[in-house]
């Protein structure tokens, strides 16, 4: 069982800085996908940035050129330095692990940390 545990965030103004870590505890495969979701109060969940075993990323078009996600497969952990905040940003940020296995996909989520950005 993988279970993921989230640090970082917190309360920031517009044009602050804030880095989350998510350590990933347990048996990760080595072809995985790490990455971070948003979820902000009466909107869908949505993808931040992802971050390949191969080192490939994906970002959001509104985070572009502000977020850099990153990872230390060593520690299982994955980093996401977010720059240049904006209030849009705020929302609960969640870690998720999707890995695979024989053919099978296995996927864990965080319990979310709350990133507040005041105008």
């Known amino acids: 069982q993988v279970q993921l545990v989230e640090s970082g965030g917190g309360l920031v103004q517009a044009g602050g800085s804030l880095r989350l870590s998510c350590a990933a505890s347990?048996?990760?495969?080595?072809?995985?996908?790490m990455g971070w979701y948003r979820q902000a109060p009466g909107k869908q969940r949505e993808l931040v940035a992802a971050?390949?075993?191969?080192?490939?990323?994906n970002y959001a078009d509104s985070v572009k050129g502000r977020f850099t996600i990153s990872r230390d497969s060593a520690k299982n952990t994955v980093y996401l330095q977010m720059n240049s905040l904006k209030p849009e940003d705020t929302a609960v940020y969640l870690c998720?692990?999707?890995?695979?296995?024989?053919?099978?996909?296995?996927?864990?989520w965080g319990q979310g940390t709350q990133v507040t950005v005041s105008s």
């Open positions: 347990g048996s990760i495969s080595d072809n995985n996908v």
């Open positions: 998720n692990v999707k890995t695979w296995r024989l053919w099978n996909k296995y996927e864990y």
């Open positions: 971050i390949h075993s191969s080192d490939s990323t």
